[in-house]
Every structure is written in C-alpha cells, then in structure tokens.
C-alpha cells in the first residue's frame, strides 16, 4: 500500500512539472487574448486578412479580427505569437500597425494616425469615450479625434 501512495505521489508530482513547464513554453498569447475579450468580437478573418511586417511580429490568426472601416481603411485588432496586442489600419496591404503590451492596452487602449492631423483610437468596452475632449465613436470600439 505505501508503494503504492509513493508512486502515484510521484506520478502527480511528474504530471504537476510537465505542466508548469509546458505552460512557460506556450504559442498562445494568454495576456493579450484576456485583453481581446474587452473588445467587441467584430468579424472574423477573410482572405484578405492582413500581416504584420516582419518586424512587428507574427500574428496568432484566432485572434485577428476586423473592427470596422472609417475613412477608406479597414481596422483590425489581433494578438501576436509573442503576447501583445496589434492594432492596424488596412488599405490594401497594413498601412499602420501598433503593436503593445497587453498592460499597456488594458489601460490606454491602442491609437493609430488617420490623415494628417486626426487620430482612431481602439478603446476597450470598459473605458469611456471623452466626448467633451473631442472623440466621436465611429464603430464598436473605434472613436476618432
């Protein structure tokens, strides 16, 4: 009976470390995900869904989703292999891409240029559009300013 208890105390022992180490060694960017689900869940990738540059990341493909267009582009939020949150502005190929911490999205949000002197700004279903500052909601998540 005590060899018993002892090899299955090792088995949960051996199970419990292949799990703690496998978790370290995950492709599935778990922080940035968690901060996705704050964003409205907009529509799912086509064919014409877009990349990163390469120096920007590889983006997880589950993740990617298309907010909403404004103003002639297309914008999409995803998360990268490397656990961070992209927002892109698409034409015809990615024109602007940010790219942050999940921290950092989960507090600010994520903005990209638009045009010469305007901004879009990704917001999470948390935060609350500053009208009084001059942001107007353009889609499900997307204000401009």
Do not use: Q
């Not at 960017?29 to 086509?46: M, R």
């Not at 948390?126 to 909601?137: A, F, L, S």
């Amino acid at each position: 009976m005590r060899t018993r208890v002892k090899t299955v105390f090792a088995a949960t022992v051996l199970a419990l470390a292949a799990t703690a180490g496998l978790a370290g060694c995950s492709s599935h960017p778990t922080e940035a995900l968690s901060k996705l689900a704050h964003v409205n869940a907009g529509e799912l990738p086509t064919p014409a869904a877009p990349e990163l540059p390469a120096a920007s990341g590889i983006l997880y493909g589950p993740s990617l989703r298309l907010l909403g267009h404004y103003d002639g582009s297309a914008y999409w939020v995803g998360a990268t292999t490397d656990d961070r949150v992209c927002f892109m502005a698409v034409t015809t190929e990615v024109d602007e891409s940010s790219c942050v911490t999940p921290s950092r999205f989960g507090a600010d949000g994520a903005t990209l240029p638009v045009g010469e002197d305007e901004r879009i700004w990704l917001y999470l279903g948390y935060m609350t559009v500053p009208t009084d500052k001059g942001w107007r909601i353009v889609a499900d998540n997307l204000a401009v300013r």
